[in-house]
């Protein structure tokens, strides 16, 4: 089935918001971005409420649509449920077909390339595709659009981040040795190690955000 224009565009838009163009907090003018864009202010009100479905923007009433900003207790759900959809996939892994359990190994050599080339942003891309491959080895379609709109919210948090760089060159090699757990069938490990990473980078973003704040 075609994509509709609304659609399209809050991909676009999405895209902006994740790549950081339009950080959290920015209004969305809906004058400018249809010029921008070259839509009409409808398409663009429904694109506006594909976003608000996925938490990304919010509306204030008499105010307008703006990208969401995350609050503390945000990132800890994200990681709440990430945590038990990512963990879910580890446990699936022995019976995952083989290329499932591919696309973990794909996703970190990925990351590493990125990183020898200076790219943290790609490195932040692939470290994402890495944790959805992860809960994808569940098998789930649901558990799949499930990660993916709270990996789109978890772009939001990484605006706390004072650099790319140092947040997700520590998981590197942790992504690694995770690969090669499941490689070698040493579930429990996994998602034991998995467990502690998720709990790292949550504490990371928190601390972030609370110094941001003061």
Do not use: C, K
């Not at 959805?132 to 948090?157: F, H, K, N, Q």
């Not at 690969?179 to 429990?188: D, H, P, S, V």
Request: proline share 3%; hydrophobic share 45%; no cysteine.
């Amino acid at each position: 089935m075609a994509r509709s224009t609304a659609q399209r565009v809050a991909d676009a838009l999405r895209d902006r918001i994740e790549d950081g163009g339009l950080p959290p907090g920015t209004q969305l003018s809906e004058e400018a971005l249809g010029r921008d864009i070259g839509v009409s202010r409808n398409t663009l009100r429904e694109a506006f409420r594909l976003l608000v479905h996925e938490s990304l923007v919010v509306h204030r009433l008499n105010r307008g649509v703006f990208v969401r900003v995350l609050e503390s207790a945000d990132v800890t759900d994200i990681y709440r449920v990430r945590g038990a959809l990512e963990t879910a996939g580890v446990r699936a892994a022995a019976g995952a077909p083989r290329a499932l359990r591919a696309a973990v190994t794909d996703a970190v050599d990925r990351a590493e390339r990125a990183a020898a080339d200076g790219d943290w942003r790609g490195v932040g891309s692939a470290d994402l595709a890495f944790h959805r491959a992860l809960a994808a080895l569940s098998g789930s379609p649901r558990i799949d659009a499930a990660m993916d709109r709270l990996l789109a919210e978890l772009r939001l948090a990484f605006h706390a981040m004072p650099s790319p760089r140092l947040f997700h060159q520590a998981f590197l090699a942790r992504n690694r040795a995770l690969a090669e757990l499941l490689e070698q069938g040493a579930y429990g490990s996994a998602e034991a190690e998995l467990t502690t990473y998720l709990d790292d980078a949550r504490q990371l973003i928190l601390d972030a955000m609370r110094e941001a704040a003061t």
